[in-house]
């Protein structure tokens, strides 16, 4: 009985060891398996800034694992080197199709100008360029301040609204801490028409920029407004009540003037005489 026993209990050993060497076998051939299907794929060999023309330098070819989809990306150096980059990339990183321009486009600012828009560039300063908070990507409304036609009265109203900011001086890229810094120009992404609009508004009065939440896309439409407005509705100050004195009627009142007689008798002639 015991002999059994042992027999049934080393049958079961060899059988669960077997179990558990096939697991083991098993995963070691699929991690070998794994690392076997890579492909070769493009990726920066240093972090690159948008704008920033791509070299035999700053790329090369990494291993990639097959199992892990990367659409767009590109397996020969050639088809990447002299395309610039359009958003920034970091050491390491795939390059696919859509970081980059098309051949041709050129080079820094021009390849983050999509077909049909306008780069335009205005001046600024710290109140028209919201403090120095203005960034590259940001979103903004463009006011202008001017004097109506056969008026001399100011009028303002937003001309261009939800208008994105392409740079902030010479940057084309936010500042990474969010420091704010205060640029001299600053240049909006527009339609050819609109371009045309903030370049008069720029010549013709005084334009304001009033930074918006980028994922705000609402643009409600606003009447201009003039300072009929800006009173239209404003408590007046009241000063102090005026006290004004009461009129007072004068009684004048005429001398009483006293009359004195002296009576004089002479030669049997009586005379009466008034002093005052």
Do not use: C
């Not at 690392?35 to 060999?45: E, G, I, L, N, W």
């Not at 240093?46 to 700053?58: E, F, N, Q, V, W």
């Not at 990474?176 to 205060?182: I, L, S």
């Not at 050819?192 to 705000?216: H, M, W, Y």
């Amino acid at each position: 009985m015991n002999s059994k026993r042992i027999v049934l209990a080393l049958v079961l050993a060899v059988a669960l060891a077997g179990a558990v060497s096939y697991v083991v076998y098993g995963r070691i051939r699929l991690q070998q398996a794994n690392r076997q299907q890579t492909t070769k794929v493009v990726a920066a060999t240093k972090s690159l800034s948008a704008g920033s023309p791509i070299s035999t330098d700053t790329v090369t070819l990494i291993d990639w694992p097959v199992s892990i989809p990367l659409a767009g990306a590109f397996s020969k150096i050639d088809d990447v080197v002299g395309r610039s980059l359009i958003y920034p990339i970091s050491q390491n990183q795939p390059i696919l199709d859509h970081h980059i321009a098309q051949a041709g486009s050129g080079i820094g600012l021009t390849v983050k100008i999509p077909e049909g828009m306008r780069a335009v560039a205005v001046r600024t300063n710290d109140v028209v360029g919201v403090a120095g908070f203005l960034y590259p990507g940001s979103h903004v409304d463009v006011l202008v301040t001017s004097k109506m036609e056969n008026s001399q009265a100011p009028v303002t109203q937003t001309v261009l609204p939800n208008v994105e900011v392409l740079t902030a001086g010479q940057k084309i890229e936010p500042d990474p801490t969010g420091k704010p810094e205060t640029v001299s120009v600053v240049t909006l992404l527009l339609k050819p028409e609109d371009g045309e609009k903030l370049v008069l508004a720029s010549t013709q009065g005084t334009i304001q920029f009033v930074l918006r939440n980028g994922a705000d896309q609402k643009s409600p439409e606003t009447k201009p407004v003039n300072m009929a407005d800006l009173m239209r509705g404003a408590q007046v100050p009241v000063g102090p009540k005026k006290i004004v004195p009461k009129a007072t009627h004068r009684v004048v009142v005429e001398p009483v003037v006293t009359v004195y007689q002296v009576e004089t008798i002479a030669g049997g002639k009586r005379t009466i005489d008034k002093f005052e």
